[in-house]
């Protein structure tokens, strides 16, 4: 590999790269990511390159272990090019097939194609995938055509190309300007103007800068960065060095989770290659610019998506938010001025600065610009990553691409913004996914969860549940965020078991009001908003377990018991065998029986019976 | 413990009381929990006071101040797999091992550790055994899983 | 050579040392800002947030704690609007629900207007004020205390929970404890759940001056830093 000493370099080697992919007839894009490694496709990748190497294939045929596509469920898949072949659920032993019958004669194999839940037809290119289709994929579309490993993949597709523009055409003014001009805000949860910040901290007195990387995506159900990352690490790299230009640092970091092994390696990865092609070190290219970046890992904590935090954290000590009345763009990292941007918006700055900010703008909203990849998980059809421009209704997103209620049950809420985030019903599906609007209305586009619920939820148990994360995760340093939400929690598990009383509520609407106004960090302040949200649009939720005593979803333990209609019970044992405490006894071909001291509730039976004979009540 | 490792982990890094949470990461890797012996190496050589190194490897969840069982099973209890019945998996696994997430069987086989969120929602709900990741669980898939751990081990003499 | 700077607080024009805290300034002043966890000559951390108050620019307020919050020129501060009151009587409650065996607990209650609590009584021997664990690490720099764990779990504790050798039993940490004095009736005895410090003749008195130091009986208990002056 040769060492870049100045964007023509670069701009040669690109074209190197690039001619020398004419000659390739196919390529097989399988995903790599994390949710299709679960899926074991590194066995179906390892068994398409030997059935490719039987049939003497091996060279003018390409395999690429793309980052995450997105589409999880539908794992391990691959896309065919010339063709656009779309294949999924794949196993190892279908390799032999695809190489034989799609890769040497054309051939189409239909068991391996998608089946569209919502018509129930089969569908033969990834173009004409309803889920695809609905989405614009700025970022997504990358991750489908480089392998993370392979900084030449990157550059093939046009990598690098905004980071010679930034050193050799470009002034730092002239780029936060850019920046400020799109309008992008941040993507990690706080939605603040990115251009602003990046002003800020370049004009915060001080020679010693530093330029962070938020990928401690702690919110449960929302894996957007580890897809970005895991699958793209240089896009990120390259919007770093944009950054750094732009407000003076000489060193970077990316914090990821531990939780995200591959993350962790792929960005490692990217950064020595980065060093060995001289795209990180001194004099970058040959300009009076030199910066180099290295990775961290998070110990496991939520708290540590905090910026200060975080921070704290990458100085070795505990992860404990400090006060911000001076913001971290003064005193940051070691106290000195720090950009911090999450995964997504480092992703979005080469695009900005290759196509311009009004490229950007001309998508999304007044306040809102550009896409956002949200993390489309719960009760619908098509679960995955989507990428939507700002402004698009969640309606659009839960019917169109997500394809409805999934069970044929009915579509509750949908809940946005992970546990800083609130639940918004049907009612209001036809607001926009846009910083502004979500937040009037009690949630926020947060960092882009978006968990769909229906009937079978209960909306005070979400938001019990969201309130037992965020005691688990609270540092536990200021008063109303410990006490508080303990107490918050204290009073809802109440209602959730029955003891409620109608005094309760106004009492838990004005604690959350103190928790949100008082807390120290964001984590606390943001903490009540499930339980707000919850009690403005599902009142009659917490009206019925309080003065009813009942949980219409049936899932609140002490409300509900479980019975075996003995009439549908047809003593298959099925049950009996699968209950983990043993509550149930019944006669082979007799009606079973549910002890009630015993049972806990679980549900494990019901799943079971393939008769449906256990009732909740 | 051996005093190679911890030597070989603190290589390049003495002095430098930031690598604090990195060092403690490999410390926790190499042997599975963090002995008091290596926080007290490990205040000594980085220089950072004791009660430090024990604040930190008490913050994080990352680290293990016991000696976890020879199979951990992680299950996830994220927002997309509660919603798919991660609940049902802890009870399952409460029932079949006895033991609450954190805790390890008397035996030193199992351990047992909640997880909020490891980013591969589309797929819950998710269980990890040892690095290895299954997905869609049901509380019978799961009891299957450890019942087979348990006889492939018994089968090698490990019990 | 020290620079001031001129701040309102509550309307008042208040000159205070460039460095100095709004609550610092405030307590010179006798302006009555109550507080939990300020201990004067050891760092603020903000942690009680009973200091709250309102910082007004550009027309919005944001409510912060005063500790942290240090002065500039031309600051606008507001610490007694009936928001702010609301707030700290909540956190209040919220502490003396959780440690209610303390005289320096209930007498912060009282001070921030505690009436009655909403919530069930715990016995909690800590609140987490931090003062012992900054006494020893920033007064004597042994560092034989410190908080450990996360959340519910998080307390003080010992280095590996055994005392070390380097703790020099000099008594600070216990000495500053607001958790070493039972309240005059003593502890709260099951059934007799109930907010003492009632003293009639300290409600009279801070009442009817809210806003300044009129040296009540109720800063002793909670060791108010204009006593220490």
């Not at chain 1, 079978?456 to 979400?462: A, G, I, N, Q």
């Not at chain 2, 890094?13 to 190496?41: H, I, N």
Request: glycine residues 10%; contains cysteine; proline residues 4%.
């Amino acid at each position: 590999m040769t060492k870049l000493n100045t964007a023509n370099d670069l701009e040669a080697l690109r074209k190197q790269i690039q001619a020398q992919r004419q000659s390739i007839r196919t390529t097989l894009t399988l995903c790599g990511g994390t949710g299709c490694q679960a899926s074991q496709c590194s066995d179906v990748i390892a068994a398409v390159k030997d059935a490719l190497i039987k049939n003497g294939l091996e060279k003018s045929v390409t395999v690429r272990a793309s980052g995450c596509h997105g589409f999880c469920e539908q794992g391990p898949l691959m896309v065919i090019e010339p063709g656009n072949v779309f294949y999924c659920h794949i196993k190892p032993e279908d390799a032999q097939d695809i190489v034989s019958k799609t890769v040497m004669s054309g051939v189409v194999i239909e068991r391996l194609l998608y089946v569209d839940p919502v018509s129930g037809k089969t569908i033969q290119t990834e173009a004409d995938i309803p889920f695809y289709q609905a989405q614009d994929r700025q970022l997504l579309s990358q991750n489908r055509l480089v392998d993370p490993c392979s900084i030449e993949d990157y550059l093939s597709v046009g990598g690098y190309a905004a980071l010679a523009k930034t050193l050799f055409q470009m002034t730092s003014g002239r780029v936060i300007d850019e920046i400020k001009t799109s309008g992008l805000r941040g993507r990690g949860g706080g939605g603040f103007p990115t251009g602003r910040k990046w002003a800020d901290c370049m004009e915060a007195p001080g020679d010693e800068k530093y330029v962070i990387c938020n990928a401690d995506e702690g919110d449960p159900g929302a894996y957007m960065d580890r897809s970005v990352l895991e699958g793209n690490p240089h896009l990120v790299l390259e919007g770093m060095m944009i950054g750094a230009f732009a407000i003076g640092a000489a060193q970077g970091y990316i914090y990821v989770r531990k939780e995200y092994p591959l993350a962790v390696e792929h960005a490692k990865i990217a950064v020595q290659q980065a060093r060995e092609y001289g795209l990180l070190g001194e004099n970058i290219l040959g300009s009076q610019f030199s910066f180099d970046v290295e990775i961290a890992r998070g110990g496991g904590a939520f708290v540590c998506g905090e910026s200060t935090a975080l921070m704290a954290s990458l100085e070795g000590k505990v992860g404990e938010p400090r006060p911000k009345d001076v913001h971290t763009v003064e005193e940051g990292l070691w106290y000195k001025p720090t950009t911090l941007n999450n995964v997504e918006t480092w992703a979005n700055v080469p695009f900005i600065i290759k196509n311009g900010a009004a490229w950007f703008a001309a998508k999304g909203t007044k306040n809102s610009k550009g896409t956002k990849i949200l993390a489309l998980t719960g009760r619908i059809k098509n679960t995955g990553l989507v990428e939507v421009a700002m402004g698009t209704s969640l309606r659009t997103i839960v019917y169109g691409i997500g394809g409805g209620a999934t069970n044929g049950k009915a579509i509750k809420a949908v809940q946005t913004g992970g546990p800083s985030g609130g639940c918004l019903p049907v009612s209001k599906f036809d607001l926009p996914v846009d910083f502004d609007a979500l937040y009037d209305a009690g949630s926020m586009v947060g960092s882009g969860g978006m968990v769909v619920m229906d009937e079978s939820t209960c909306m005070v148990d979400v938001a019990k549940y969201f309130l037992q994360f965020l005691q688990d995760e609270s540092c536990g340093k200021c008063v109303p965020c410990r006490l508080g939400v303990d107490r918050m929690l204290e009073l809802i598990t109440g209602i959730t078991d029955g003891r409620g009383k109608p005094e309760h509520i106004g009492l838990l609407q004005e604690l959350a009001d103190t928790v949100r106004e008082t807390s120290l960090c964001g984590l606390g302040k943001t903490a009540p908003n499930p339980v707000l949200s919850t009690l403005r649009y599902f009142p009659e939720e917490y009206a019925a377990h309080i003065n009813q005593k009942r949980c219409p979803a049936g899932v609140c333990k002490p409300l509900i018991t479980y019975a075996i209609d003995a009439e549908k019970c047809k003593g298959c044992g099925l049950c009996l065998s699968a209950c983990p405490l043993g509550a149930i006894k019944g006669e082979k071909k007799q009606a079973h029986v549910i002890d009630p001291q015993l049972c806990s509730k679980c549900g494990i039976c019901a799943d079971e019976c393939k008769t449906q004979a256990v009732t909740v009540n | 413990m051996s005093p190679t490792t911890l030597d070989s982990i603190l290589q390049g890094r003495r002095s430098q009381p930031q690598q604090l949470v990195e060092v403690l990461q490999d410390v926790q890797e190499s042997f599975g929990y963090v002995p008091e012996d290596a926080m007290r190496t490990v205040s000594k050589d980085l220089g950072v006071p004791l009660m430090e190194v024990y604040r930190v490897a008490n913050f994080y969840k990352a680290f293990s101040l016991k000696p976890r069982g020879k199979h951990v099973i992680t299950i996830c209890t994220g927002t997309a797999c509660h919603v798919r019945g991660a609940h049902q998996l802890l009870d399952q696994v409460h029932g079949q091992l006895g033991i609450q997430p954190g805790a390890t069987t008397e035996d030193g086989f199992f351990t047992v550790e909640r997880v909020n969120c490891l980013g591969a929602c589309a797929l819950g709900p998710v269980v990890v055994h040892n690095g290895n990741y299954h997905h869609h669980k049901t509380p019978n898939k799961l009891r299957k899983l450890i019942d087979s751990v348990r006889s492939t081990s018994k089968e090698e003499g490990q019990l | 050579m020290k620079q001031y700077v001129t701040l309102t607080i509550d309307g008042a024009q208040v000159r205070a040392a460039k460095g100095a805290s709004v609550l610092d300034a405030a307590i010179e002043y006798g302006i009555c800002i109550p507080h939990l966890c300020h201990v004067p000559n050891l760092s603020d951390i903000g942690a009680c947030r009973i200091c709250i108050v309102e910082q007004i620019s550009n027309g919005r307020s944001k409510v912060t704690t005063s500790c942290t919050l240090n002065v500039q020129e031309g600051m606008a501060i507001i610490s007694n609007s009936e928001k702010i009151k609301k707030l700290r009587r909540n956190i209040a409650e919220l502490l003396v629900a959780q440690a209610p065996n303390s005289k320096a607990i209930q007498d912060v209650a009282v001070r921030c207007g505690v009436k009655e609590v909403r919530y069930p009584f715990r016995n909690s021997d800590c609140v987490l004020c931090g003062r012992c664990v900054r006494v020893c690490t920033e007064m004597w720099k042994a560092r034989a205390i410190g908080f450990v764990g996360r959340g519910k779990d998080r307390h003080v504790d010992f280095p590996l929970g055994k005392r070390e050798d380097f703790c020099k039993h000099c008594g600070s940490c216990t000495m500053l404890c607001p958790m070493t004095i039972t309240p005059c009736k003593g502890p709260m005895r099951p059934g007799e759940e109930y907010l003492c410090g009632k003293c009639e003749a300290q409600l009279m008195i801070t009442e009817n001056r809210p806003d300044s130091c009129v040296w009540c009986e109720l800063g002793k208990g909670f060791q108010c830093a204009r006593y220490s002056q």
